[in-house]
C-alpha cells in the first residue's frame, strides 16, 4: 500500500485559491537558443519574477493565511538564510500582523534589508555553530509567536506547489520537471502537484555540489546530515532535508542532481545574456544543471523552475566577473 503523504493535489488547488491575488502568476520564459543547446523544448516557469523576487511567498503566504486571525494577530516568527524571511514578513504585512525573523549573520546583506524594509524585525546568529531551528523555536517561545518554517509544514508545500501546478495547467505535459533543491518543500509541492496531474512526469532536485544532502538522503533511504555547506547558493546551504518534505520526496522524487558553484554562475550569466533574467545562485541551479549536461537523455518537453533572483548588483557582477 502507498502511504498518506503530508499533502495531496487538492491540497496544491486549494492553496492556489487562497494565494490568488495576493501572489504573481509568473511568466513562462522560453528559448530558441537554450532549446538548440539541450536538444529539448524547455519551459522556464520564472518565480524570479515573483513577489518579494522568489517562490517563497507563495507557501508563506499560504500558511500565514490559515493561521487563527486571534494567533496571527499576535505576530509570526520565521527562521531563514533570506528568500523565506522576505516571503514571511511581505506575508505578516499583507495580512496586517507584525514578523521576527531568526537570520544567519551571513546572509545577503540585500536580503536582510529587504526583510526590514517589508517590516520584520531581524535577529542574527551564526549558522556554523548555531542550530537555527532550536535557536528559533526558542525565539520564538520566548515571545509566544507561532512558527512559519521555510519547508517542513503541509500549509508551505502545498503552497510552494503552486509553481509547478501553474507551470503544468499553462504548457501542459512535461516529460522532466526540473527545480532547486534546499529543504525540499518546493521539490515536494512540485512532485505533488505534477505527478498528481501527469504521474509520467519525471521529478529532478538539484543541490549545489558542496551540500548534496537531500541526495544522499534519498540514496540512504533515510535522512542524512552533511556539514554546513560553503557554497555560492546560499539559499540551499542546508545540512539535512526536512522531516515531512523527504517524506514525500522519497517516494515522489525521482533523482537529485549537483552543479558546482561554477557551472551555477554559468547559468546565471546565460539567464541574463540570453533570457534578459537575473538569477540568485540558488535560483541558477535548476537551469545550471540542465545546461551541464547532469540530466542525462532528456525527454522532449522540460520544465525548469528558476526559483529567485534576490541578489544584489555589486554580488551579481562580483559572481558573474568570475
Given at each position: 500500500?502507498?502511504?498518506?503523504?503530508?499533502?495531496?493535489?487538492?491540497?496544491?488547488r486549494a492553496?492556489a485559491?487562497?494565494?490568488?491575488g495576493?501572489v504573481?502568476?509568473?511568466?513562462?520564459?522560453?528559448s530558441?537558443?537554450?532549446?538548440?543547446?539541450?536538444?529539448?523544448?524547455?519551459?522556464?516557469?520564472a518565480e524570479?519574477?515573483?513577489?518579494?523576487?522568489?517562490?517563497?511567498?507563495?507557501?508563506?503566504?499560504?500558511?500565514?493565511?490559515?493561521?487563527?486571525p486571534e494567533?496571527?494577530?499576535?505576530?509570526?516568527a520565521?527562521?531563514?538564510?533570506?528568500?523565506?524571511a522576505?516571503?514571511v514578513?511581505?506575508?505578516?504585512?499583507?495580512?496586517?500582523?507584525?514578523a521576527?525573523?531568526?537570520?544567519?549573520?551571513d546572509?545577503?546583506?540585500s536580503?536582510r534589508?529587504?526583510?526590514?524594509?517589508?517590516?520584520?524585525?531581524?535577529?542574527?546568529?551564526?549558522r556554523?555553530?548555531?542550530?537555527?531551528?532550536?535557536i528559533?523555536?526558542?525565539l520564538?517561545?520566548?515571545?509566544?509567536?507561532?512558527?512559519?518554517?521555510?519547508?517542513d509544514?503541509?500549509?508551505?508545500m502545498?503552497?510552494?506547489?503552486?509553481?509547478?501546478?501553474?507551470?503544468?495547467?499553462?504548457?501542459?505535459?512535461?516529460?522532466a520537471?526540473?527545480?532547486?533543491?534546499?529543504?525540499?518543500?518546493?521539490?515536494?509541492g512540485?512532485?505533488?502537484a505534477?505527478?498528481?496531474?501527469?504521474?509520467?512526469?519525471?521529478?529532478?532536485?538539484?543541490?549545489?555540489?558542496?551540500?548534496?544532502?537531500?541526495?544522499?538522503?534519498l540514496?540512504?533511504?533515510?535522512?542524512?546530515?552533511?556539514?554546513v555547506p560553503?557554497?555560492?547558493?546560499?539559499?540551499?546551504?542546508?545540512?539535512?532535508?526536512?522531516?515531512?518534505?523527504?517524506?514525500?520526496n522519497?517516494?515522489?522524487?525521482?533523482?537529485?542532481?549537483?552543479?558546482?558553484?561554477?557551472?551555477?554562475?554559468?547559468a546565471?550569466?546565460?539567464?541574463?545574456?540570453?533570457?534578459?533574467?537575473?538569477?540568485e545562485?540558488?535560483?541558477?541551479t535548476?537551469?545550471?544543471?540542465?545546461l551541464?549536461?547532469?540530466?542525462?537523455?532528456?525527454?522532449?518537453?522540460v520544465?525548469v523552475?528558476?526559483?529567485?533572483?534576490n541578489?544584489?548588483?555589486?554580488?551579481?557582477?562580483e559572481?558573474?566577473?568570475?
Amino acid at each position: 500500500m502507498t502511504p498518506s503523504l503530508p499533502i495531496t493535489l487538492d491540497d496544491v488547488r486549494a492553496a492556489a485559491d487562497r494565494i490568488k491575488g495576493v501572489v504573481h502568476r509568473t511568466p513562462v520564459l522560453r528559448s530558441r537558443t537554450l532549446d538548440a543547446l539541450v536538444g529539448a523544448e524547455v519551459h522556464l516557469k520564472a518565480e524570479n519574477l515573483q513577489r518579494i523576487g522568489a517562490f517563497k511567498i507563495r507557501g508563506a503566504y499560504h500558511a500565514a493565511s490559515r493561521l487563527d486571525p486571534e494567533v496571527r494577530a499576535r505576530g509570526i516568527a520565521a527562521y531563514s538564510s533570506g528568500n523565506h524571511a522576505q516571503a514571511v514578513a511581505l506575508a505578516a504585512r499583507e495580512l496586517g500582523t507584525t514578523a521576527v525573523i531568526l537570520m544567519p549573520e551571513d546572509a545577503p546583506a540585500s536580503k536582510r534589508a529587504a526583510t526590514e524594509g517589508y517590516g520584520a524585525e531581524v535577529v542574527t546568529y551564526d549558522r556554523y555553530t548555531g542550530d537555527r531551528e532550536a535557536i528559533g523555536a526558542a525565539l520564538a517561545a520566548e515571545r509566544g509567536l507561532p512558527v512559519i518554517p521555510p519547508y517542513d509544514h503541509p500549509d508551505v508545500m502545498a503552497g510552494q506547489g503552486t509553481a509547478a501546478l501553474e507551470l503544468v495547467e499553462e504548457v501542459g505535459e512535461l516529460g522532466a520537471l526540473v527545480m532547486p533543491v534546499g529543504g525540499g518543500g518546493l521539490m515536494a509541492g512540485s512532485a505533488t502537484a505534477a505527478k498528481g496531474l501527469y504521474p509520467a512526469t519525471r521529478i529532478v532536485g538539484v543541490e549545489p555540489e558542496a551540500g548534496d544532502d537531500t541526495r544522499r538522503s534519498l540514496a540512504a533511504g533515510e535522512r542524512v546530515t552533511v556539514p554546513v555547506p560553503r557554497t555560492i547558493a546560499d539559499g540551499q546551504a542546508l545540512t539535512t532535508p526536512g522531516a515531512l518534505t523527504f517524506e514525500v520526496n522519497r517516494l515522489l522524487a525521482d533523482a537529485v542532481e549537483t552543479v558546482t558553484d561554477d557551472e551555477i554562475r554559468t547559468a546565471m550569466v546565460f539567464a541574463f545574456e540570453r533570457l534578459k533574467t537575473v538569477l540568485e545562485p540558488s535560483g541558477a541551479t535548476g537551469l545550471a544543471a540542465l545546461l551541464a549536461g547532469r540530466l542525462g537523455p532528456l525527454p522532449p518537453r522540460v520544465g525548469v523552475i528558476l526559483s529567485g533572483g534576490n541578489v544584489s548588483v555589486e554580488r551579481f557582477a562580483e559572481l558573474c566577473a568570475r
